[in-house]
């Protein structure tokens, strides 16, 4: 049975600073990851329809979203958000002080930038905001619906960012590869704004089931959480921020014992449990690169909604009637007291008066678009020390449910399975369709493999739900 053994010990020498801050031109799995065989056929049957995600390899992404790393405060996400010379203005998930790594941040962002462009500018200037994810739509429909001349500059041939809806006749519902929920739906409009679209939306309660790689349906006790509380009370009263993997070790939290209960289940198994199902997920990185200070240790909300009606409603309806020049890489941004100058891919060029800049965070580290002159060393220092998490997606539809439960949300404790969060969408929309989630270390490693082994991956991580064969009559 699978131990993460590496809590006690391991994470020495380790610079974590040095990792978060450097993000190679095309992300690659960490060469500190153990490779997997690969899986043996599973008893699960296959799916009708599959789709997977792959945000680390996407090239206009490079992850999934920003993440408090180690070193990282929640101070550098507003040096981000700061204009430079009233020319140069910041928006984007990562800029959000309160909802950072959720779509209202970034739509919030977005509002925001635009706001500022609105206190520094003149009616009728020439506004250009690079990015067609929700932030920049949300600030180029601002702008322009206060008067300014606005251009939306994005590298890819689709709007949406990291919003990317499947709209497809053999699927019976709209998916989502990008962010399926609202978060905290009780502290944003986000959800207002969906119903005025007509974008149907669910509640989404938190009734979990959890099994063992046996199958049998266990309780989740507080072990789990109750050594994570006991190790970042610990690294509170430190002098400086570690990883939840060393607050962990160092405090003694992960001393658990190894020997399995009656279910087959240790009280380190537990600990794993958390740390897969809740804190890899909210971050996308493994505990060896989390902020012990500030992460957060809660996964999702009780006013939480899920979306079934297509988030990219959202993007299209702020993109109507708004100058969009697609499938244009930014290249170089200068900018001076006289305005900016954007260099693109193909040699040509673009003058503003003003930029909105909504470039994901793990493209701004890659360097890919040259600043001149260089960003302040507040923007710098925050773009190095935010993290960047990786969090994946499959989909899978089948022909009939293959499963017993009607929960809506699933996880599994113990064994070596990469998907431990699915999603049961039999409840929210009575069709036979799960999505699988998986994140930090697995998500980078899965997304180097083929779409065979990726499936084969996630149908051995389903076979705990399998509903038990009927007894012969």
Known sequence: MKRRTFLIGSVSGLS????????????????????????TASLVPKPAMMRRTSWSADPFARGSFSFPAVGATPEQRDALSKPVQDRLFFAGEATSPD??????????????????VGAAATAGERIAVIGAGIAGLSAARALQDAGFDVVVVEARDRIGGRINTVSDKKWPFPIELGPSFVRHSGQTSLDEEL???????????????????????????????QAVAAALAWAVDQPADVSIARALADSGASKLSTTDADTGISDTDWLDHEIAAVLDLNAGASVDLQSAWYTSTVLGADDDRIVLGGFSTLVTDAAAGIDLLDSSVVTRLAYSDEGVSLRLGNGESLGADRVVVTIPLGVLKTKVMEFAPPLPFAHRGAIAALGVGTLDKIWLQFDQPFWDTEAPLWTTVGGDGDFKVWINMVPLTGEPVLM????????????????????????????????PAPTPK
């Open 16 to 39: 974590v600073l040095a990792l978060t801050a450097c993000v190679p031109p095309s992300p690659t799995p960490s060469s500190t990851l153990t490779p997997k065989p690969s899986p």
């Open 99 to 116: 909802f950072p790594g959720t779509v209202q941040g970034a739509r919030e962002s977005g509002l925001r930038a635009a706001r500022e």
């Open 195 to 225: 119903i005025r679209l007509g974008v149907a939306t669910a509640p989404f309660g938190r009734t979990v089931e959890t099994r063992t790689p046996a199958g049998l349906v266990v309780p989740v006790p507080d072990i789990g959480p």
């Open 436 to 467: 699988g989630l998986v994140a930090a270390e697995s998500a980078l490693r899965l997304a180097e493999v083929d779409d065979d082994e990726f499936l084969a991956a996630a149908l051995a991580s389903l076979e705990p739900f399998l509903a």
